[in-house]
């Protein structure tokens, strides 16, 4: 059964690109070849040397579309067994899990699955690993982020904007922030409205968070209101004031 499912796979996806009349039987016996190679080369449960190993592969792999989504099906179900014990083993804040480098490379090569990406991502960000201390529980949403500020400079910042409008209430504000800063970082002004409201109703949100941020994510902040021609974020601007001076810091 396993095996007439792949083929019908394999034959539904050459279809996608004509007629049923024009498709190769050879193109098709390929791609179930490679599909049934995808499948008993990914381990279920891989050490990373394993995936270093297979890497060269896996990125041949996801140029084709259906061998990608098998790919980031399989990232994502080894990213979240066992209540992200994948983490516990391998994440540290210093670098990338090499798993989600591949995430990002397939949203670059096959944008009809960015999606399935950010899905992946949303798994992560949401995960609360049991042994994890808060402090590299937020390091591990902070690592996430900067995938997700990725993802969204690859045309995608409205359903990233909508989902992080859906869970502000429980993200913490630190972690808003620093989201708010890596995203304004990927785009320049001026800003579309179904851009910079959200933008604007989550720093409403966070602006305690802002008002105690590194003093590099205050001003990015600044800058971005700045150049926003809106009372609300004017009357944002107005709240960030230096307590020293008792005026707006300076955007120079």
Not at 21 to 33: A, H, M, N
Not at 71 to 84: A, E, H, M, Q, S
Not at 187 to 197: L, M, Q, S
Not at 227 to 250: E, H, N
Request: net charge negative; hydrophobic share 45%.
């Amino acid at each position: 059964m396993s095996g007439k499912c792949t083929w019908l796979i394999a034959y539904a996806t050459q279809c996608a690109d004509g007629l049923p009349d024009s498709v190769s039987i050879d193109k098709v016996q390929q791609l179930v070849g490679q599909m049934k190679e995808v499948r008993e080369e990914l381990p279920a449960r891989p050490i990373q040397t394993h995936v270093y190993g297979i890497l060269p592969k896996i990125l041949e792999w996801i140029n084709t579309p259906i061998l990608a989504r098998i790919v980031l099906l399989w990232v994502r179900d080894v990213t979240t067994y066992d209540n992200f014990t994948y983490y516990s083993t391998y994440f540290t804040s210093s670098e990338v899990p090499v798993l989600f480098l591949l995430l990002e490379e397939i949203a670059y090569r096959q944008p009809l699955l960015k999606p399935l990406v950010f899905a992946a991502y949303k798994d992560s960000f949401e995960s609360r690993v049991p042994d994890f201390p808060p402090e590299k529980q937020i390091k591990l949403q902070k690592m996430v982020i900067n995938r997700i500020a990725v993802l969204a400079q690859l045309d995608y910042v409205l359903p990233v904007l909508n989902y992080f409008d859906a869970k502000k209430e429980l993200i913490d504000e630190s972690v808003i922030v620093y989201f708010l800063c890596r995203l304004l970082a990927q785009f320049d002004a001026p800003y579309p409205t179904e851009f910079y409201t959200p933008v604007l109703g989550l720093l409403q949100h966070a602006i305690d968070g802002v008002k105690v941020a590194k003093e590099k994510d205050v001003m990015c902040v600044r800058d971005f209101l700045a150049r926003v021609d809106d009372d609300q974020a004017r009357a944002l601007g107005a709240m960030l004031v230096d307590d020293a001076t008792g005026s707006p810091i300076s955007i120079d």
